[in-house]
Each structure stands twice: as structure tokens, then as C-alpha cells.
């Protein structure tokens, strides 16, 4: 039998019948396509809260089970077992690669790490201290020229070289990004690197590509930070419908090329509500400054008439606890011992995570820390500025932004332009 939701218009107490399609896992969602068309009416739905705009098989989260599968494979499994590279290859090609599909894939990214020269040039048009996210979403925007081929993208491999070119380049994007903000020598690229350690080293090498000297000689970046900074890539790869990846659908769907679409998923990830959170949660526990200070602070987060709001707290789809961050909570305790954790800041943390596990007003909004409140420390254990968390973001999401893209395009039942309607309260 086919399923389906009758709505009733009491105005005139006529009935119209919906279709009702089922996923393989989640909700189902009623078909209002032909809602406007059959009753004159819009549905009315501000910040999408009950709206399927697609259908997908990449990504799905379970909010209230806590759960997040790429490709159907948990990402507890993905984060312990697989590479960064792994994940880039799940996310696009739908399965995890074989040891030599992984190895082609990996000399690939080292090969296309680099940025055309005429890019690199724009630099310099850029004020010094400009952050970093806002070089990173002009930077995207202008690779567009320079790869305007990829605005007829036709065969498989069309797609994947324009996939495989934008995550390469993304680390060194950021990591020119930052160097310029600080009005240091760019570091190119080493092929000899992997694609975290690479990113790692632009960041941190001197003229010459020696990286820092401690009083104990010379120090080579460590397995540890390596694979720490690739399982927060891992973790930040994909998550299905949120707002940036919106946005990057959105722009597909006017025919925009692709690297636009990222670009524009740059801009949106850039806000505090959503990727810039992670810059902010430090900014936060700086701001707060001891562990005294904290429950001012909580009862400012829970004051109706203050705007302040606790930053790595809360989700719109986790509702019981957010995966992302209890791996990281595990890695955190991992490194502890292992590299500097900042002291304060961790206690300051903590203490803010035992009272907002427990106090009603968090509980009964069911708010839990999410992925920045910890990769903020993690980030600065490992000695990254705080104003490249955010772009650290955007290079592990830009594989599933890309990956997104590509489904939008490929899916023709869905080829239709964004384009939402609206309720005129207006004069
Ligand atoms: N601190 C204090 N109260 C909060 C917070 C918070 N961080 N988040 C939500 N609330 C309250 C909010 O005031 C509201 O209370 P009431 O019902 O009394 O009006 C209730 O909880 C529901 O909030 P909402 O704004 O309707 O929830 P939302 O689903 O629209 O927003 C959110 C989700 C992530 C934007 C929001 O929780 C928030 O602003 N959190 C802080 C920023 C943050 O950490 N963002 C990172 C998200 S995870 C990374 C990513 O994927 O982007």
C-alpha cells in the first residue's frame, strides 16, 4: 500500500493527499512538491528545521542515537581505523579504497598540492592580518578562473580531477592564508610529505623548509600531531545538510561552477553559529579566565535577556550527544600527557562541561558540547593559531562539500534552482 498524509484545509474543508517517501534509515518525509500547486498554500518553515531538501546517500546522523555513518560506515570505525585519504576516497567514490587505490590517491593530492602562480600573486593584493577564512573564500572563488573548465564537467573523471584538485590545494590555501596574515614567506609544498603532514609543515617551516629548532635540536614534525590533526579532518569531512553544505547545493543549483559553490560554503562556514564556533569556544574560555569565573558566565548562557550564548554547546540535529566530540574528548585525554594542553583552558572546560551536563537548563534543551568545544584545545596543543581552526574546518569539509556537489548535479529528478517562497507581512 502506499503510504500517505491527507491535510485538511478547515477554510473550506477540502482534503489533499501527500505521498509519503521512506529512506533507508530515519524519518520519512511527506513529497510537498505539488503543495502550492494543489492548494495555493506555502508551507512555512524558517531555518529548514522539518525539511528534507534532498535526497542523499552519503552522509546520515541519527540526532537522537548520537550516531553519524559515512557511506553506512560509523565514525568511530572511520576515525580509528582509516586515514584522512581513506575517508576523501569513501566520501567520492562510495566505497573505501584498496592499498593501491589509496596510494594513487595520496601521490595524486602531493602532486596537485600546489596553487597556480598567478594565485599566489593575489596575495599581495591582501591587507596584512587579514583572517584567514576571508583569503581562503576569494582564494577558492579565484581558482574558478583558473580552472574554468571545470564549469562542463562531463565524464567521471571530469568530476573526480576537479574533486582531487580542490582538496589538494586546500591545505596550502590555508596555510598561504595564514602566512601572509602574519607576514611570513610562503612555504610551498614538500612532496615528500602526506597530505596533514604537509599542511603542518607549511605552517610551521622556516625559509628553506627547516622547521623550528628546540634548545634540543633540530624537530621534525611528530606521528602524534599528524595523526591527530587527521583525525579532526576525518571528523569534520562531512555532515550531511547543514548550513554550509546547504548553501554549496544552493549555488549548484544555478549552474555556478563548482568552486564558487565551495566558496560560498566557505563564507557560511566562516560564522560563529556554525564552523567559526570553534575559534570562538577559546576566545570564550580566555574571556572567562579561571574556573571561578565560570558559573557567572553559565548563568549569563541561561539568562532569557542576555545574548551570550555558551560556545561548542548545542546542535540542531544531536540531541542526546554529538559523536564528533566524544572522540575527540578521547583524543584530548590521549594527548594530555603527550603535548602541552593548555592547563587553565582545559580546566576551565571541564568544570563548564560538569555543569552543563547537569543543570536543568541545558539538560531540558538537551545541549551538549559538540565538535568545537574540544578541538579548540586540541588545535592549540598541537600549536595552531586560533585563527586557522576555522579554515582547518574548511579544508577537512571541502571533500564533502565537493562530494555533495557532485550528487546535486548527478541527481537530474532534483536539478531544479533553490529558490524558497515567502509569507509578505509586509505594507
Ligand atoms: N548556550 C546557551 N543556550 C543555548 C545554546 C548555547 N550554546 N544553544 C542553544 N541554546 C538555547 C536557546 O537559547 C534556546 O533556548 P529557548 O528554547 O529557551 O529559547 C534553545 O537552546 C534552542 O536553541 P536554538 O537556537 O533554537 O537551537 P538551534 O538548533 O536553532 O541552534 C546552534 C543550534 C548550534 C546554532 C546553537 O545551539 C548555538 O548557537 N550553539 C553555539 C554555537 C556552536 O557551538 N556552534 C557549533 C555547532 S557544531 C559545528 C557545526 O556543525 O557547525
Not at 566520501?91 to 573505501?96: D, N, R, S, T, V
Not at 580542490?166 to 612532496?191: C, E, N, Q, V, W
Amino acid at each position: 500500500m502506499k503510504k500517505s498524509m491527507t491535510l485538511t484545509d478547515n477554510r473550506t474543508g477540502k482534503s489533499y493527499e501527500f505521498p509519503i517517501l521512506e529512506g533507508t534509515r530515519g524519518p520519512g518525509a511527506v513529497d510537498m512538491r505539488s503543495l502550492y500547486k494543489e492548494t495555493g498554500l506555502f508551507s512555512y518553515d524558517p531555518g529548514f528545521t522539518s525539511t528534507a531538501s534532498c535526497k542523499s546517500k552519503i552522509t546520515f546522523i541519527d540526532g537522537e542515537k548520537g550516531e553519524l555513518l559515512y557511506r553506512g560506515i560509523p565514525i568511530e570505525e572511520l576515525a580509528s581505523k582509516h586515514s584522512y585519504l581513506e575517508v576523501c576516497y569513501l566520501l567520492l567514490e562510495g566505497e573505501l579504497p584498496t592499498e593501491r587505490q589509496a596510494l594513487e590517491l595520496d601521490l595524486e593530492f602531493r602532486h596537485r598540492a600546489f596553487l597556480p602562480e598567478g594565485l599566489v600573486k593575489l596575495f599581495d593584493l591582501v591587507p596584512d592580518n587579514a583572517h584567514p577564512m576571508s583569503i581562503m573564500s576569494s582564494g577558492v572563488t579565484a581558482l574558478s578562473a583558473f580552472y574554468y573548465e571545470h564549469l562542463k564537467l562531463e565524464s567521471d573523471d571530469d568530476y573526480r580531477e576537479m574533486a582531487h584538485r580542490i582538496i589538494a590545494k586546500m591545505p596550502t590555501l590555508a596555510a598561504f592564508a595564514y602566512r601572509h596574515s602574519i607576514g611570513a614567506k610562503l612555504i610551498y609544498p614538500d612532496i615528500d610529505r602526506s597530505f596533514s603532514e604537509n599542511f603542518l609543515y607549511m605552517l610551521r617551516a622556516y625559509p628553506g623548509g627547516k622547521l623550528h629548532l628546540d634548545p634540543g635540536g633540530h624537530r621534525e614534525i611528530r606521528k602524534i600531531e599528524i595523526e591527530a590533526l587527521d583525525t579532526i579532518f576525518t571528523l569534520h569531512a562531512d555532515h550531511e545538510q547543514n548550513a554550509s553544505t546547504a548553501v554549496v547545493r544552493s549555488v549548484a543549483s544555478t549552474g555556478a561552477h563548482p568552486y564558487v559553490a565551495i566558496s560560498s560554503g566557505i563564507s557560511a562556514l566562516w560564522g560563529r553559529a556554525h564552523g567559526g564556533a570553534n575559534e570562538s569556544v577559546i576566545e570564550q574560555l580566555k574571556m572567562i579566565g579561571s574556573v571561578e569565573n565560570v558559573d557567572k558566565y553559565i548563568a549569563r548562557a541561561k539568562d532569557p535577556n542576555d545574548p551570550f550564548r555558551l560556545m561548542g554547546f548545542g546542535h540542531r540535529v544531536y540531541k542526546n550527544f554529538d559523536p564528533r566530540a566524544r572522540i575527540l574528548k578521547q583524543l584530548q585525554d590521549q594527548l594530555r600527557d603527550e603535548l602541552d594542553l593548555d592547563s587553565e583552558l582545559m580546566r576551565i572546560a571541564q568544570r563548564i562541561e560538569e555543569i552543563a551536563l547537569h543543570d536543568d537548563y541545558f539538560v531540558q534543551r538537551k545541549l551538549y558540547p559538540n565538535i568545537d568545544f574540544y578541538s579548540g584545545i586540541i588545535l592549540t596543543a598541537l600549536g595552531l593559531p586560533r585563527s586557522m581552526f576555522t579554515p582547518i574546518f574548511v579544508i577537512g569539509r571541502t571533500v564533502g562539500w565537493v562530494t555533495q556537489w557532485i550528487e546535486f548535479k548527478k541527481n537530474t529528478e532534483e536539478a531544479k534552482i533553490a529558490r524558497p517562497r515567502q509569507l509578505y507581512v509586509g505594507p
